[in-house]
């Protein structure tokens, strides 16, 4: 049985940093794509960032071009999104994914597991 357990959201201040993390038991990680997605209250969940199996390419969507990075330690089989220069509209559950895929899959139909979500919450 595939589980991905999120860590690491919370409340911030606007201009603040968040980390959250997602570790990944049940299957090889290191063959897997990984990619975080969001969704805001009465909006539609939403492609934030992937990476690929190796850790080498990354994709991110245009609105946190610049303030995110996502990396990865398939040691740890954990996935993490650094989130920099937050603002009030980051504000969201925010869900890792799993794809067992060596591309950079961008939409949420081309995973097949999702963690639970981890809630960030950023204030103005």
Known sequence: QVQLVESGGGLVQ???????????????????????????????????ACINWAGIHTAY????????TISRD?????V???MNS?????TAVYYCAAAARFDLPTYSREYE????????????
């Open 80 to 82: 993490y999104l650094q």
């Open 86 to 90: 937050l603002k009030p509209e980051d």
């Open 74 to 78: 398939n040691a740890k089989n954990t």
């Open 14 to 48: 606007a201009g603040g940093s968040l980390r959250p993390s997602c570790v990944v038991s049940g299957r090889t990680f290191s063959t897997t794509a990984m990619g975080w997605f969001r969704q805001a209250p009465g909006k539609e969940r939403e492609f934030v």
């Open 113 to 124: 597991y999702w963690g639970q979500g981890t809630q960030v919450t950023v204030s103005s």
């Open 61 to 68: 969507a245009d609105s946190v071009k610049g303030r995110f």
